[in-house]
């Protein structure tokens, strides 16, 4: 079947930190792949988006790598800070574009000072 | 500007009622989408309206779910005959264009008694 897998578990790490989280697919192949950060109470904000034939994509503290042999992505917010505790969602397009949208369950990010 | 907003912002209702969610988009944006959050799982994809383009209704999981759009304002998702597991959270979001970034409205909390 087809779906996306990221760490149900939350992931806690130490200020000043690198956190990493981890999507998995299986059974698509996306043209992109879309990382989304969403807090309790709210919808999901938009982060950064990666091209499949992009391998890595960048915007200030957040960092995302696209392994379309490995049907995953990666994505990395370095030196973390407390305000960056929140769930973060990988989410594509399987007809291709980014209008219908499949969203991963998400991982739980808390840094603690 | 305002962002996209949705009401109500909670929904207590009886098994069997028929409820409508409402959503405003950001103004000027010409494409809008639903998505259903489930507890503990990752939005599935509803509904698209792109201007007066016809919707892709492909997500909807059954005929007790429809939606309409007036123009490229309001829309509003109802759902007839509410089952206990329509319970999940209603997310709306609208985009500038077709294939661009969506911007997410806070959701509505449908609970079905």
């Known amino acids: 079947s087809q779906k996306i897998e990221q760490n149900s578990e939350a992931l806690n790490i130490q200020e000043g930190k690198t956190a990493t989280l981890t999507c998995n697919y299986t059974?698509?192949?996306?043209?992109?792949l879309q990382w989304y950060r969403q807090d309790p109470g709210r919808g999901p904000v938009f982060l950064l988006l990666?091209?499949?034939?992009?391998k890595e994509k960048r915007k200030e503290r957040l960092k995302v790598t696209f392994d379309t042999t490995l049907k995953q992505s990666l994505f990395h917010i370095t030196a973390s800070q407390p305000a960056d505790s929140a769930t973060y969602l990988c989410?594509?397009?399987?007809?291709?574009?980014?209008?219908?949208?499949?969203f991963g369950a998400g991982t739980r990010l808390a840094v603690h000072p | 500007g305002a962002g996209v907003s949705q009401s109500p912002s909670n929904k207590v209702t009886e098994k069997g009622k028929d409820v409508e969610l409402r959503c405003d988009p950001i103004?000027?944006?010409?494409?809008l989408y639903w998505y259903r959050q489930r507890l503990g799982q990752g939005l599935e994809f509803l509904i698209y309206?792109?201007?007066?383009?016809?919707?892709?209704k492909s997500g909807l999981p059954s005929d007790r779910f429809s939606a309409e759009r007036t123009g490229e304002s309001v829309s509003t998702l109802t759902i007839q005959r509410t089952q206990q597991e329509d319970s999940a959270v209603y997310l709306c979001?609208?985009?500038?264009?077709?294939?661009?970034?969506?911007?997410f409205g806070p959701g509505t909390r449908l609970l079905v008694l």
């Open positions: 103004s000027g944006h010409t494409a």
């Open positions: 990666i091209r499949e034939n992009e």
């Open positions: 309206f792109q201007g007066n383009s016809a919707p892709d």
């Open positions: 989410a594509l397009d399987p007809s291709g574009g980014y209008n219908k949208l499949i």
């Open positions: 059974n698509y192949s996306p043209a992109y």
């Open positions: 979001a609208s985009s500038l264009r077709s294939q661009e970034t969506q911007y």
